[in-house]
């Protein structure tokens, strides 16, 4: 409270603050909140709440922009890693409350802020400092799929003992290990918070979020005004890169099913064949003519891909899918607008606010209008 009212007073003072991308911690008002969750009797006379899901909320002081964003981090991570990078930078988030965007950050149900019972909501599983470093670190090093020597935007070496990768895995928290249990837990929770927030919001997803951006707005396409996917969680059907390449997310990009038309039954009512494969990857694609996924039809979709993630490998293919099934897709490759040498956490990476300045930005302001 007192470094609330510190911000207020210094702005009273110096007048309007002009917001930028190079103003550290953007005056904002901020507040928290939970939504979801049922009470479960655990034993006789003993009853406790799950399935809640924590939401930071953090409005500009300044002018606010029509549409608020919702952002889901990726598998591991909560909410602070967006506020700033691991070597102190400025975040997205600070970066979007200076645009004049109205946040809502989420801890995904059973991870960080948001309670996990483990007799109900099942194992958790963690990432390993080995498995940061050959994925999202210092890919560069380990070269486990064709585009993993261009990485170089990760600030420090990316290994142990160096200060900037230990401050981002000490960040790392466990997360629920079900993709299906806690893709039913996002979109319970998901729909009560945007049905509270009442009014069309942005949602940008990362990684494994990614596929719980596209039920949310499935199940509530009034309130999504738009999803910016960042890497989202892929190729359909199937795993890749990383073996067991085994079949994953029967309803395409998500574990949970969809709304299709003609409509389906069952995930194996989808008509999937096999378009293209290599050593690294499988694309599988619903047979012409392809199911249309309806209730996203109307909403743009921004998908953001770096020069050297894993993703590169497959996110065309996912893209392929949504454009199949009727889904209005800007799809970008950084390499070729000239956004070199990032990875998979391209929002931590030292030119994360090029990524903001010269791409997402911009397409945030064009659906916003």
Same mark, same amino acid.
């Given at each position: ?5 510190? =911000? ?18 953007? +005056? ?14 655990? %034993?006789?006379?003993? /009853? ?17 922009? &029509?549409?608020?964003?919702? @952002? ?7 909410? /602070?890693?967006?506020?700033?990078? +691991? ?44 498995? $940061? ?37 000490? %960040?790392?928290? +466990? ?7 806690? %893709? ?6 998901? =729909? ?32 999504? *005004?738009?999803?910016?996917? @960042? ?27 969809? /709304? ?11 008509? =999937? ?18 199911? !249309? ?5 109307? $909403? ?6 770096? #020069? ?7 996110? #065309? ?22 956004? *070199? ?13 090029? @990524? ?8 945030? /302001? &064009?659906?916003? !209008?």
């Amino acid at each position: 409270m007192a470094s609330f009212l510190l =911000v207020t007073i210094i702005s009273l003072l110096l007048g309007p603050l002009q917001c930028s991308a190079g103003d550290l911690n953007t +005056p904002h008002r901020q507040d928290y909140f939970y939504v979801g969750g049922s009470y479960v009797e655990t %034993s006789p006379g003993t /009853t406790i709440k799950v399935g809640q899901m924590y939401v930071e909320h953090l409005s500009p002081l300044g002018p606010v922009r &029509k549409y608020p964003i919702v @952002i889901i981090p990726g598998n591991g991570m909560t909410v /602070t890693n967006f506020f700033n990078t +691991p070597d102190g930078r400025l975040g997205w988030a600070d970066y979007l409350l200076g645009q004049g965007y109205e946040l809502f950050l989420v801890d995904q149900p059973g991870r960080g802020r948001s309670p996990w019972h483990q007799g109900i909501d099942g194992p958790q599983s963690t990432f390993s400092t080995q498995t $940061i470093e050959q994925r999202f670190t210092a890919a560069q090093r380990f070269n486990l799929w064709p585009q993993a020597h261009l990485h170089t935007q990760w600030p420090g070496n990316g290994s142990m003992n160096d200060p900037t990768f230990d401050n981002f895995y000490t %960040s790392i928290v +466990p997360a629920i290990s079900s993709a299906v249990e806690s %893709s039913k837990k996002v979109q319970d929770a998901g =729909v009560l918070l945007l049905e509270k927030i009442a009014r069309p919001s942005i949602l940008i997803t990362h990684s494994q979020s990614g596929q719980f951006g596209w039920p949310l707005a499935d199940a509530r396409p009034s309130l999504v *005004k738009a999803i910016v996917a @960042i890497e989202p969680i892929g190729p359909p059907f199937t795993n890749a890169v990383f073996p067991p390449n085994v079949p994953a997310r029967p309803f395409g990009l998500t574990e949970i099913p969809m /709304t299709f038309s003609p409509s389906i039954t069952t995930a194996s009512d989808l008509d =999937v064949v096999l378009v293209s494969s290599d050593a690294f990857s499988q694309c599988f694609q619903q047979r012409s003519p392809a199911r !249309k996924l309806v209730n996203l039809a109307k $909403i743009p979709v921004l998908v953001v891909t770096s #020069e050297s993630s894993y993703h590169a490998v497959y996110d #065309e293919c996912s893209v392929r899918f949504l454009r199949e099934a009727g889904v209005e897709v800007d799809f970008v490759e950084l390499g070729k607008v000239g956004i *070199k040498g990032n990875g998979h956490m391209m929002f931590m990476e030292k030119n994360n606010l090029d @990524i903001m300045n010269r791409v997402i930005g911009p397409w945030l /302001t &064009k659906v916003g !209008k």
